[in-house]
């Protein structure tokens, strides 16, 4: 356990995007998987998917730091997915937390959470900023990012979630920005930076001339709990990265169906069809020890294909021009 | 931890009371102590005291059955010490729990989990015999033991617990039943089962004539969150094992109390006074890293001290005549 604490604590390549799953389990804990929840972090913030039992003590294992939580983004109000939520809070405010924290999630999680902190005599000093959603919509526009929902097929309402990056703007192409006059120095510069320049002979260059395309910005989508749906599908679409939920495996299909779960195929089925880079799939009943039968399932339709394990860190390089 | 875990899945000697710590820590878990709870098991049956988030995690660490589980006994409303309930009881309504479980705390538990279980259309169908007080009064009366509770000292009402086995019968003695006229053989048992009997020549010999004097059952004390106080004392006299909070050390004996709190040293005290043959500590602040300190403050007060830690577990040997 220790080197793996050390190996997470380390911190981050400038400008990456890491996912680590602190909870991977389905409905009940297991001795290898807690109940789900996962940190993204991004340019020095933390945004935190789901709030399952215990998932205080994972983001401290994980060598998070929580002055960095910036946003929670609950899915759904099962037990599993919310239970780590009031404990967390408090703990942070124990820590001396002044700055906000934005909560978001379907109706009602503010009422979860007020009437569980009234029955505890516990007080929320750090201003706790709720909004609730039932999709599609846009639920936080971060620095650099936004982050949109949309409501998925579960036996309640559950909302599935995507994380968008601004795009990069694009590269200055120096030697056509010398065939049209622009000396080097100064005026290269404010190229760069979208503005338009008079070279020395008069003639006025937009940096629309000289710049190359934007380089789209990185995009990651968390789908739990759901049936495969045409949310998933535009939740996904082009993703980087596809967290999505596989409570079973095909053999059980009827299973998934009857619950408003997905199988790890259908998984794959809609990471494939929405054209996404990588999957990583979460929400693993209990029932599978060996993650080789969720990867079996789902890697011939979609070979790349991760079955997360808690702890598990993963990181979403840029994407070049 | 492989190994650890082996160990602690060994069955427990015949007739061995042991107490397992799910949860060291005060307020804020910590990589290694996690929050409240503690399993005390005798005679098949679990008895759980506290139950901080994460609890059931740490339960099924601990190769502890959750069909064993008996009673859960809430020292009082304090996030760290309740939140981990309403998903312990949602689990064990998913594992298909039939039998009735206890749940015994402070008044209002019965509406914290019937608040958050509402909340999250979650639904427990097995009996779950909530019973609220305030002390001092007989809360289980189980098979072979029986738990009181006591109002402690703290911000609000806080119950501590006592275990008291009930007395083994004394041993027969033999040589007096012989000399009394009592033949070898089936009378003797009779005897051993608390009967009288007749014996050939006419005489009656009651059990009380030959058997030594009952054995004293074992008894254990939980004291948790508190000042040294007198219903500390009274549920501590002459235990097998005192569990006392041992929040603070005394060079921090201001804060302790200020906030309702014991320091180790005043823990000693209490275990000393009330003749108690062990005392664990436990409900250590998050900012003592080294046990020692904690064992150092108690330990010239009263040597058999230990500090617990997560997963530990301590047997309390039956009491010899």
């Known amino acids: 356990m220790g080197e793996r604490t050390a190996a997470l604590s380390a911190r981050a390549p400038a400008g990456a995007i890491q996912v680590t799953f602190l909870g991977t389990s389905a409905g009940i804990p297991t001795e290898t998987r807690g109940l789900p929840s996962l940190a993204l972090s991004l340019g020095g913030e933390i945004l935190l998917f789901d709030c399952g039992e215990g998932t205080q003590i994972q983001f401290r294992r994980a060598g998070l730091r929580p002055g960095r939580l910036a946003h929670i983004l609950i899915s759904h109000l099962h037990g ?3 239970l780590g939520l009031p404990g967390l809070l408090m703990s942070l405010q124990l820590g001396g937390r002044t700055q906000p924290l934005g909560l978001h999630g379907p109706p009602g999680i503010g009422d979860f959470i007020r009437a569980t902190l009234e029955r505890l005599a516990a007080h929320v000093a750090f201003p706790l900023e709720i909004t609730e959603h039932s ?5 936080v526009h ?3 990012y936004e982050v949109e929902c949309r409501p998925l097929e579960h036996r309640i309402l559950c909302l599935g979630y995507a994380l968008q990056e601004a795009p990069r703007p694009g590269a200055l192409d120096v030697a056509v920005a010398r065939r049209l006059g622009v000396a080097d120095g100064p005026l290269m510069g404010r190229l760069k930076a979208g503005e338009s320049v008079t070279t020395a002979d008069g003639r006025v260059v937009t940096a629309r001339e000289v710049l190359r395309p934007p380089v789209p910005g990185r995009r ?10 045409p949310a998933c599908l535009a939740l996904a679409r082009d993703a980087d990265l596809l967290i999505h939920e596989s409570t079973f495996t095909s053999d059980r299909a009827e299973d998934a169906q009857q619950k408003g779960h997905s199988t790890a195929a259908e998984a794959a089925a809609i990471a494939a069809q929405a054209g996404a880079r990588r999957l990583a799939l979460t929400h693993i009943s209990p029932r599978y020890q060996d993650p080789e039968a969720q990867r079996a399932d789902a890697g011939c339709l979609f070979p790349a294909t991760v079955v997360a394990a808690d702890l598990q860190r993963l990181t979403v390089p840029k994407r070049v021009a």
Chains 1, 2 share one sequence.
């Open 142 to 144: 971060g620095s650099g």
């Open 220 to 229: 990651i989508a968390y789908c739990t709990d759901t049936r495969p749906c």
């Open 80 to 82: 599993d997915h919310v």
């Open 135 to 139: 999709g599609p919509e846009r639920v």
